[in-house]
């Protein structure tokens, strides 16, 4: 199994949509190395922190899984997508300054100045202490 991370704008999608529709299509991603990641790397049971990117604050708002290995996207198949589906909503967000500023996550790929990648891999220990950080009431 592996970790991501996947980043949306609320505006456009957020946890909440996630929630209400159960699972969704993950399409419109534009960048060669997510695509890779999404394409060659994701598999059915993966892990995903979904972070709320271009929010105040901008950070991770729950967790979703891969639901649907990556196929083509339908009117041009130069790129890939997956299906996510919803597993949980944290409390409160954790939000990018939390992550920077927490101790084992100084090589979490989010939070290195001008990584904007939309899909990222994340380790194992990365993914539970975010996770534990979401699940604080």
């Known amino acids: 199994m592996k970790y991501w991370l996947v980043k ?3 505006s456009a999608y957020s946890i909440d949509d996630l929630e209400r529709d159960g699972s969704t299509t993950w399409d419109g991603i534009r960048n060669y190395q997510a695509r890779n990641f ?3 790397e994701m598999q059915v049971g993966d892990k ?3 972070y ?3 929010a105040e604050p ?3 708002t729950g967790i979703a899984e891969v639901s649907r290995e990556a196929r083509p996207e339908p009117k041009d198949s130069t790129w890939s997508m997956v299906d996510l589906r919803f597993v949980e909503k944290f409390p409160q967000i954790v939000p990018l300054d939390t992550l920077k500023a ?4 100084e090589k979490m790929l989010v939070v290195k100045k ?3 990648l939309s899909i990222q891999p994340v380790t194992k220990a990365e ?3 975010v996770v534990k950080l979401g699940r604080r009431k």
């Open 8 to 10: 949306s704008e609320p």
């Open 38 to 40: 999404m394409r060659d």
């Open 48 to 50: 995903v922190l979904f």
């Open 52 to 54: 709320a990117s271009s």
């Open 58 to 60: 901008p950070g991770v």
């Open 102 to 105: 927490t101790r084992g996550l």
């Open 114 to 116: 001008g990584m904007r």
């Open 127 to 129: 993914f539970d202490v």
